[in-house]
């Protein structure tokens, strides 16, 4: 016997035209050619402006440097894409790679457990915010101020404000080491990438996350647990802040509590230059590593042109400020 029809729509039918509405459709990279011109625009005033920014060596530079911001990119972006934002990755990452460091260096943990133990607490702690702003529906921008505050007073704490060193050779050559010329932290960030990417474009996990950042309540109504999603994004998002901390720690070999805090900026500034909406739903981590990429070229031409280096923190926030209203105007254009 037939059932008689109700009219709505299966789960599915709604999730795929949730998040067809508002760019999810991949195909249309049309905001990507952009960006990606504007970066090789970048790069070739670069290299006209300075001589020596197309040489071996300052490659080697910006790619390593790249490789750490587009980690925290691409987790900023991540939470961006929901609509939420985790101004305390930077701490998280500082705390990962403090964690990290001690176990190994104090503890004497085997590498693979010492590395595990710091994907686990950034995992936890990205839960921990994710949870707190979902279960008491609070605004992310604000609990994660206060829980920046308490990350980078642990951070202290552990450290008790002195640095730690005595880092074992096999794991520095994560941070520090090359593989073919290229810096083997280049080929984590890739790695990362394409998982992310994978699972933000190819899987269900993903088309509920633009869902969500698409609208909510929406969301809500056609079956999705919008409060798993988020604060599945934001562990996530705290493990690779925490791959990062532990890669730079790695890379410094050593550890010490301000890690990670320059971090901050550059990871909202790369995916909104790459078109990542700040009110969720729109854009893909093609962008926020592109918009990585173009923060570690104007930071590494800044030092080449003898700009003081501080100067850099300055350049990035305007950025920020230019990518933001840049976006708003087009959104309201685009609506208009």
Same mark, same amino acid.
């Given at each position: 016997?037939?059932?008689?029809?109700?009219?709505?729509?299966?789960?599915?039918?709604?999730?795929?035209?949730?998040?067809?509405?508002?760019?999810?459709?991949?195909?249309?990279?049309?905001?990507?050619?952009?960006?990606?011109?504007?970066?090789?625009?970048?790069?070739?005033?670069?290299?006209?402006?300075?001589?020596?920014?197309?040489?071996?060596?300052?490659?080697?530079?910006?790619?390593?440097?790249?490789?750490?911001?587009?980690?925290?990119?691409?987790?900023?972006?991540?939470?961006?894409?929901?609509?939420?934002?985790?101004?305390?990755?930077?701490?998280?990452?500082?705390?990962?790679?403090?964690?990290?460091?001690?176990?190994?260096?104090?503890?004497?943990?085997?590498?693979?457990?010492?590395?595990?133990?710091?994907?686990?607490?950034?995992?936890?702690?990205?839960?921990?915010?994710?949870?707190?702003?979902?279960?008491?529906?609070?605004?992310?921008?604000?609990?994660?101020?206060?829980?920046?505050?308490?990350?980078?007073?642990?951070?202290?704490?552990?450290?008790?404000?002195?640095?730690?060193?005595?880092?074992?050779?096999?794991? *520095?050559?994560? $941070?520090? #080491? +090359?593989?073919? =010329?290229?810096?083997?932290?280049?080929? &984590?960030? %890739?790695?990362?990438?394409? /998982?992310?990417?994978?699972?933000?474009?190819?899987?269900?996990?993903?088309?509920?996350?633009?869902?969500?950042?698409?609208?909510?309540?929406?969301?809500?109504?056609?079956?999705?647990?919008?409060?798993?999603?988020?604060?599945?994004?934001?562990?996530?998002?705290?493990?690779?802040?925490?791959?990062?901390?532990?890669?730079?720690?790695?890379?410094?070999?050593?550890?010490?509590?301000?890690?990670?805090?320059?971090?901050?900026?550059?990871?909202?500034?790369?995916?909104?230059?790459?078109?990542?909406? *700040?009110?969720? $739903?729109? #854009? +893909?981590?093609? =962008?926020?590593?592109?918009?990585?990429? &173009?923060? %570690?070229?104007?930071?590494? /031409?800044?030092?080449?042109?003898?700009?003081?280096?501080?100067?850099?923190?300055?350049?990035?926030?305007?950025?920020?400020?230019?990518?933001?209203?840049?976006?708003?105007?087009?959104?309201?254009?685009?609506?208009?």
């Amino acid at each position: 016997m037939r059932r008689p029809q109700t009219g709505r729509k299966p789960m599915s039918d709604g999730l795929v035209n949730m998040t067809q509405r508002r760019g999810f459709n991949l195909k249309d990279g049309g905001q990507i050619v952009g960006v990606l011109i504007a970066f090789v625009v970048i790069c070739v005033v670069a290299s006209l402006v300075a001589p020596q920014f197309l040489t071996s060596y300052n490659m080697t530079i910006i790619s390593r440097d790249l490789a750490f911001i587009g980690i925290v990119a691409i987790a900023q972006g991540m939470l961006l894409l929901l609509g939420d934002i985790d101004v305390s990755i930077g701490a998280i990452a500082g705390l990962c790679g403090i964690v990290c460091t001690k176990l190994l260096v104090d503890a004497q943990l085997d590498p693979a457990l010492a590395i595990s133990a710091g994907l686990a607490v950034g995992a936890i702690a990205g839960a921990i915010n994710g949870t707190i702003i979902t279960m008491f529906n609070l605004n992310s921008l604000v609990v994660t101020i206060g829980m920046l505050s308490v990350y980078s007073g642990l951070n202290l704490w552990i450290t008790k404000g002195r640095t730690i060193v005595g880092l074992p050779k096999e794991v *520095t050559v994560l $941070g520090g #080491g +090359t593989l073919m =010329g290229v810096p083997v932290p280049v080929y &984590i960030m %890739a790695g990362v990438f394409l /998982v992310i990417l994978f699972l933000t474009t190819k899987t269900v996990y993903g088309r509920r996350l633009y869902a969500v950042g698409n609208s909510r309540e929406a969301a809500k109504i056609i079956g999705i647990h919008e409060q798993r999603v988020r604060i599945t994004a934001y562990a996530v998002a705290g493990a690779l802040a925490g791959l990062a901390g532990m890669l730079l720690c790695f890379r410094l070999v050593s550890a010490q509590a301000s890690m990670g805090q320059s971090w901050l900026l550059p990871s909202i500034a790369a995916p909104v230059i790459g078109g990542i909406a *700040t009110t969720g $739903g729109i #854009g +893909t981590i093609w =962008g926020a590593l592109l918009g990585a990429a &173009i923060i %570690a070229v104007i930071g590494n /031409v800044i030092v080449l042109g003898g700009v003081d280096v501080y100067l850099q923190q300055v350049v990035t926030g305007a950025i920020v400020v230019i990518a933001v209203a840049l976006d708003a105007i087009t959104r309201k254009m685009g609506r208009g």
